[in-house]
T-cell receptor, first 116, second 110 residues
Framework: GAVVSQHPSRVICKSGTSVKIECRSL??????MFWYRQFPKQSLMLMAT?????????EQGVEKDKFLINHASLTLSTLTVTSAHPEDSSFYIC????????????FGPGTRLTVT | DAKTTQPPSMDCAEGRAANLPCNHS???????VYWYRQIHSQGPQYIIH???NNETNEMASLIITEDRKSSTLILPHATLRDTAVYYC???????????FGAGTRLTVKP
């Protein structure tokens, strides 16, 4: 089956710094990737949809200048949390889908971000 | 996309079938039912999806009622490793994004 990886799996950063999370589709080309955030004991919340070669579409309430998304190739999307604060500490999960209508999404293993 | 309603939690004995219900009474004709699960601190895992016919794969069976307003995910022989949060999601065929509800926390007990 299709595999999506994320790097790093865990990251601790200091308040005010930026951190980049990578999402890769390992064995398929993903024209669309998605970024989710999950707080403890809560469900996944869609943050943004990332299309290869174009600007990401952000969900309402998600600051585009704080969560920078780049989808430069068909196998790589990155999420940069800029000027991180403790409230940005969360589990960030990406997913990717093949360019076939109705195809299921394949999720990465997630990145645990802790901002101190 | 149509909203879904799932019980917040369920228990199941190891080796028995786990039947997880999902209500999606506002589903429209071009919307599919997808099931994912999330084991603690991992990314969601695809299980199965269907439109109107019952579906079966190596992981589970999906039973969709004739009026398509509800469905049931069946894990035929639950194991302790099936303990997870199970999400039922309704999504139109041409819409790629997946929006998660609260899901059902299934606990398989020995």
């Amino acid at each position: 089956g299709a595999v999506v990886s994320q790097h790093p799996s865990r990251v601790i950063c200091k308040s005010g710094t930026s951190v980049k999370i990578e999402c890769r589709s390992l064995d398929f080309q993903a024209t669309t990737m998605f970024w989710y955030r999950q707080f403890p004991k809560q469900s996944l919340m869609l943050m943004a949809t990332s299309n290869e070669g174009s600007k990401a579409t952000y969900e309402q309430g998600v600051e585009k200048d704080k969560f920078l998304i780049n989808h430069a190739s068909l196998t790589l999307s990155t999420l940069t949390v800029t000027s991180a604060h403790p409230e940005d500490s969360s589990f960030y999960i990406c997913s990717a889908t093949q360019p076939i209508a109705g195809r299921e999404q394949y999720f990465g293993p997630g990145t645990r971000l802790t901002v101190t | 996309d149509a909203k879904t309603t799932q019980p917040p939690s369920m228990d199941c004995a190891e080796g028995r079938a786990a039947n997880l219900p999902c209500n999606h009474s506002t589903i429209s004709g071009n919307e599919y039912v997808y099931w994912y699960r999330q084991i603690h601190s991992q990314g969601p895992q695809y299980i199965i999806h269907g439109l109107k016919n019952n579906e079966t794969n190596e992981m589970a069976s999906l039973i969709i009622t004739e009026d398509r307003k509800s469905s049931t995910l069946i894990l035929p022989h639950a194991t302790l490793r099936d303990t997870a949060v199970y999400y039922c999601i309704v999504r139109s065929y041409n819409n790629n994004d997946m929006r998660f509800g609260a899901g059902t926390r299934l606990t398989v007990k020995p």
